[in-house]
Each structure stands twice: as C-alpha cells, then as structure tokens.
C-alpha cells in the first residue's frame, strides 16, 4: 500500500472531527471519498497534508510512518495538495503559478519535462501562460490549480473537491483529466461530492459521514448500492 492511515483522530479544541479513521490508497490507484458537508473529509485532507496534527492514530506513506510531519516534507515525500476552491495566486501569470509549484526544486530536466506534460494535460494553459490568473474561467483556474501541484512531482495528488462550481460539462472535462493523470503513474486521493462522477472513476471509495467510516468498497459496487444511491445520487429504486 502507498498509504495507510490507522486509528486516526483530529480534534478542533473539546471537539473531535475525525473518530478513528483507517483506510489505505494502493499505488497506482483513485480512491475516492465521498459524503455530506461536514463529515470530515476535507479535515482529513488536511491531515494528510501537515497542515493539522492528528491527536492520535498513525499515517504510514510508502512504508514510512509520517504523523505530524510539516507540509514541506510531506510536499518533498511526493505529497501534494490541489486544495479546495483552488486558491491559485491570481496576480500571478499561468506561468508563474506553475514555476510555484515547482518551488521545492530547481529548473531541471524533470521540471522541464513535468511543464510539457502539464501542458499536455491541460492543453487550454498553454494560450494562457503570460494570462493573469485571476482572470481565468473558473474551470481553467481549476485546471491550474491542479497543473500547479503536478509540478510539484507527487507521488499521492490529494484532490479537494475539484468539479465544485463548475458547469457539467466542464465537470466531465475535469474527471476525464484526472483519470490522464492516474495514467501518468500518479496516485489519486479524491474529495468530492459529485458521488457519481466519483465511484465512476474510483478503484476504490469510502463513505464518510459525520467522522467516521460508514462504507467501502470497489467504486463500481458503491455505485450500484441502494443506500449510497439514495443518499448520494437521489435515486429511490
């Protein structure tokens, strides 16, 4: 398994946001988790990030147990995050969202080769690159936020609701570049509501609600289960 996470909790102060979660990502692999606002999914992202310490519970990466550590070296580790809402620098160009990305390293080789493949990924950037960012659609500062935390070479993309806000169609063009990038050799932790687009696309999901672990399974089986397309997908028969 590329990650494993064990028994973990996160309080905020007296309140206690994640009660125990395990789940692995083998390498290679989308797994997806899907649940209502405030289940804790986000949170746990966070976690896995660096930016919130666990109160307990242990998160092994690759063999490496890596609880608590700072996000610069999960980042160095292949770790990254392309965080909800995107939050790109918009006074920045296309360009030099992308060289931040990269910040950890210097301009070499792989660099060199890590913009051409973004570029390949999200072909709508490559007219872009001298564009401010804050005056991109919302769908093309998605794609950058995404192409930003590839030229960060990870390992694990920990993806935070990517479709929100956008119109269908751009939220199939969106899936559609994640699946590329699994097929690039990077692993996928996917955050999303839209449950179907999710369990589609998932190798694995799980279902959290208020917390905790409710559900899991291949992506496929969750997408045929009655409860999950109740709850999930609004659909009663």
Not at 115 to 132: D, E, I, K, N, Y
Not at 136 to 154: D, H, K, V
Request: a positive charge.
């Amino acid at each position: 398994m590329l990650l494993t996470i064990e028994g973990l909790r996160v309080a905020y102060g007296a309140i206690e946001a994640l009660h125990g979660i395990s789940l692995r990502v083998g390498e290679g692999q989308i797994v997806t988790l899907i649940g209502a606002n405030g289940a804790g999914k986000t949170t746990l992202l966070r976690c896995l990030s660096g930016l919130i310490r666990p109160a307990s519970g242990r998160v092994v990466f690759d063999g490496r147990e890596i609880t608590g550590m700072p996000p610069h070296a999960l980042v160095r580790l292949g770790i990254v995050q392309a965080p909800e809402g995107r939050r790109i620098f918009g006074p920045l160009t296309v360009w030099e969202n992308l060289l931040l990305g990269g910040y950890l390293y210097t301009w070499d080789a792989e660099a060199a080769r890590r913009f051409q493949l973004v570029l390949r990924l999200f072909p709508a950037l490559r007219v872009r690159l001298t564009q401010r960012g804050g005056t991109l659609s919302g769908g093309e500062q998605q794609m950058l936020a995404i192409a930003r935390a590839l030229m960060a070479r990870p390992r694990l993309l920990l993806l935070d609701e990517p479709s929100t806000g956008l119109a269908p169609v751009l939220v199939r063009q969106i899936f559609e570049h994640i699946g590329d990038i699994r097929r690039e050799g990077v692993t996928v932790l996917l955050v999303e509501q839209n449950a179907r687009q999710a369990l589609r696309l998932a190798d694995y999901a799980y279902v959290m609600e208020r917390g905790t672990i409710v559900l899991e399974g291949p992506g496929h089986a969750l997408l045929a289960d009655r409860a999950v397309r109740s709850t999930y997908l609004g659909i009663t028969s």
